[in-house]
Every structure is written in structure tokens, then in C-alpha cells.
């Protein structure tokens, strides 16, 4: 596992209050929402602003979203490419 | 207009550290200082699981915590109406997200400055599609929660109701919250309403 992908889950459980969820529950490839960690609306917007906060990036489209919150995987993809800091 | 009696069934008090339920003491923990360690303890006491609880703002922990206690083991019918009250309004969240807007502002916590979220938050929870309202006023006025609750359960709106005081100012606490229905021994009048909160405050 990257180290991205661990600060990721890590940074999610904080940003979004997953008390009952360890670092180790979150695979790399399982859906974010829906089935997965059954995050919702109001967590994709924490999610926004976990991703400006710590990497600088600033959603133009909140649409994007839905594809890069797919998964840890898919995020760090994401960050990977447009990280600014 | 029905003529039902209606009656105090249940009461519950979270103040100081101290939970109540019908005036006896069912968890205690003095040494813990922040209320929302106090709240995460004996959230962890009741062994619910519900892991949305943990995204709750302070007075929506509490108010769901109170509910857990007073609605246990009992049948809730989705009609049960909601009315609550206190002094601080969301007054502790508003700060809190006001902090935030300082760099991100956190849409996690925008949606808890409203004092009512945290009916919603119970409403959920019990599966309630009920009336319901929070009021704000300087001290817990029996007589307009007499009365509001009153005109609900005698127009038939509401088989059941909880009302009650759910305070939260400057990290002090003071909740109390009753069930009232057509099962007990003590009538709901705003005298008893009045003597038990006073009861449980001295």
C-alpha cells in the first residue's frame, strides 16, 4: 500500500468522524459511498474540502466527484496528477 | 377535540455528568471534563450502534442520547411528536463553524446551525414523520410547552409527544425531556411539568 493511499484513509476517517472505522477496514479499491463506507452527500462535500485543504486541489465541477471518490485508488490517482502542494 | 388524559410515561436528565431516567441515576462519570467525552462514553455505555452518531454536532448527541434513554424498550409510534426548547439556540455550533470559516469552512458542521437538525436527527432514528418544533426562550417555560404539546395531543395530531429542555451554552449542558402518552400515573399539567423539571434541578 502507498503511502498516499494510507495518508488518505487516515485523512478521511479524521475529516469525516469515522469513529468506528480503522485504517486497515478501508480496501483500496471499495466504493467510498453507497455499499462501501456509506458516506453521503454531505461527506463528498468534506471531501471537497479535504482535497483543497491538503493538497490544493479546487473542484471546479462538483460533479467530478462522483468519479474521483470512487475509491482510495481512484483518489490517489487524482491527487497524484493535479496535487499542488 | 379528544378529552384523553394524557400523562408524564417517561423522564429523562443529562446534567453535570449525571444521566437520570424516572429520577433514578443510570450513569455517572465526574472526572471527565469536555461534555462531549462525557457523551462519548456513555454513548459507548449504551452499545447502540449507529455510526452516524459520531458526525453529530454536541446537542444533537444529546438530544439523541436522551432519546435512546427515554424511548427504550417501548413501542414509538411514528406520529409521536417532537417539541423542544432551550436558551443557546445552536449558539456552540455557530461558533464552531464561525471558527472554521476562518480557513475551510466545514459543511459538516454548517448543517447542524440550526437547532432543529437535532429533531431531525431523532426523527430519523425512531422513524418519525411527526410534528415537531424547537423554541427558544430565556429559561424552560413549562406553560408555553404545556401548551403547545397540548393543542397537538388534543387535536389528535399526535398520539404521543417528547418535550422538553435541551440546553447547551459555553460546554454546560442541562437536559431534560419527558415522554408524554396515555400510559402513566402522573397527569401532564404544567404544575407537574413545572415541578418535575424544578425536581430535577435542585
Keep these: 500500500m502507498s503511502d498516499l493511499r494510507t495518508e488518505l484513509k487516515i485523512n478521511i476517517i479524521e475529516q469525516l468522524n469515522l469513529e468506528d472505522v480503522k485504517v486497515q477496514d478501508i480496501a483500496d479499491d471499495e466504493p467510498l459511498f453507497g455499499d462501501g463506507l456509506g458516506l453521503d452527500s454531505i461527506d463528498a462535500l468534506e471531501l471537497i474540502v479535504l482535497l483543497e485543504k491538503d493538497y490544493g486541489i479546487k473542484l471546479t465541477e462538483p460533479q467530478q466527484g462522483k468519479e474521483i471518490f470512487a475509491s482510495v485508488n481512484r483518489m490517489a490517482e487524482f491527487i497524484e496528477e493535479n496535487r499542488t502542494m | ?202
Excluded at chain 2, 39 to 67: C, Q, R, T, W
Excluded at chain 2, 84 to 102: G, I, K, L, P, V
Design chain 2, 1 to 202: 377535540m379528544g378529552d384523553k388524559p394524557f400523562f408524564i410515561e417517561a423522564l429523562v436528565a443529562i446534567k453535570s455528568n449525571v444521566v437520570y431516567r424516572n429520577g433514578e441515576e443510570i450513569f455517572r462519570r465526574d472526572h471527565i471534563q469536555e461534555p462531549d467525552a462525557f457523551i462519548k462514553e456513555f454513548f459507548k455505555n449504551l452499545k447502540v450502534k449507529y455510526p452516524k452518531f459520531h458526525k453529530m454536532d454536541v446537542l444533537s448527541k444529546l438530544g439523541f442520547l436522551a432519546s435512546e434513554v427515554l424511548l427504550k424498550d417501548k413501542y414509538v409510534s411514528p406520529d409521536t411528536a417532537l417539541i423542544f426548547s432551550n436558551s443557546a439556540s445552536s449558539m456552540e455550533t455557530d461558533r464552531q463553524y464561525r471558527a472554521s470559516m476562518e480557513d475551510f469552512p466545514s459543511p459538516s458542521l454548517f448543517v447542524y446551525t440550526l437547532p432543529n437538525i437535532v429533531l431531525g436527527e431523532i426523527s430519523i432514528r425512531h422513524r418519525l414523520q411527526s410534528e415537531n418544533a424547537f423554541f427558544v426562550s430565556e429559561k424552560f417555560n413549562p406553560h408555553l410547552i404545556h401548551t403547545y404539546t397540548t393543542g397537538l395531543l388534543k387535536n389528535e395530531m399526535s398520539p404521543a409527544a417528547v418535550c422538553g429542555w435541551l440546553d447547551l451554552k459555553n460546554k454546560e449542558y442541562d437536559v431534560f425531556l419527558i415522554l408524554i402518552s396515555e400510559n402513566g400515573k402522573i397527569p401532564f399539567t404544567e404544575e407537574n411539568l413545572q415541578k418535575t423539571y424544578y425536581f430535577d434541578n435542585e
